[in-house]
């Protein structure tokens, strides 16, 4: 029988598990590694935000262009990614008021506008569990110019197939209340590619569906099924030996 335990070594040692297409994700131990990108137009001076690696690319119409980003997430240092489906690359006017200091952020990047589907592709990135902010801004309409048509994001990755992750975005402009952002988590196994497509079928007034950076983020690792017995086993050795046992009594 336990008496009082001590909840930090117990945090320590247990093992969150959870199984996913016959893969066991290891949840909370993946590390502090991200990568952020902000996609910019030309590669102008000045518009890179700090902190951020650089997607820059100035050529309008819609066919891929993949670029090798270096980044712990990836195998062997690197992730390709890539960008498709756009109608143009611009850099615009910059974001104000409660945006200004994210501008270099904002204001530039590949842009829709039209009806399309516009899509981010993901290769080499290592086995796991990720979570993905994406940032949808526009710079280039005054205050509220313009209908701003929502649009939703469909994912495949190695679990799903063109499967609707987040509906109904709106674009946020100079003049909303927020910051419109999207966020959703992805599978990878064995290096499988992800593909994730800003979808929408109806464009009112020529709005921009933009893709101004990301936030990538792992937050499981993935190992084979097999070894979930083991892992499991682990977690229950490390949770029995770490719980606090009860004070002997000293002789009178």
């Not at 199984?19 to 996609?39: E, P, R, Y």
């Not at 977690?235 to 029995?240: D, P, T, Y």
């Amino acid at each position: 029988m336990f008496t009082r335990l001590n909840a930090r070594k117990i945090v320590a040692g247990l093992i969150a598990t959870i199984v996913i297409g016959g893969h066991v994700v290891l949840i909370g131990g993946a590390g502090a590694a991200t990568l952020k990108i902000d996609f910019t137009a030309g590669g102008s001076s000045g518009t890179l935000q700090a902190g951020y690696q650089e997607f820059s690319h100035d050529v309008d119409g819609g066919a891929m262009v993949t670029k090798p980003l270096t980044s712990e997430l990836g195998i062997g240092g690197t992730v390709d990614v890539s960008i498709s489906g756009n109608t143009h690359w611009r850099s615009y006017g910059e974001a104000d008021g409660m945006f200004a200091s994210q501008s270099d952020l904002l204001r530039d990047g590949p842009l829709c506008n039209g009806p399309c589907t516009m899509t981010l592709g993901l290769g080499n990135l290592a086995s796991g569990t990720y979570e993905i902010t994406t940032y949808h801004h526009t710079t280039f309409f005054g205050p509220n110019e313009k209908i701003l048509d929502l649009f939703d994001i469909a994912l495949t990755d190695s679990v799903l197939t063109d499967s609707i992750v987040v509906a109904r975005i709106e674009e946020s402009d100079n003049a909303s209340s927020g910051l419109s952002t999207a966020t959703f988590q992805f599978t990878v196994s064995g290096g499988s590619p992800v593909e994730i497509d800003l979808l929408r079928t109806v464009n009112t007034e020529g709005m921009h569906i933009t893709l101004a950076a990301v936030n990538i983020q792992r937050v499981g690792f993935l190992i084979p099924e097999p070894s979930s017995i083991v892992l499991l086993t682990i977690g229950l050795i490390s949770f029995l030996s770490l719980s606090q046992r009860r004070p002997r009594r000293r002789p009178a």
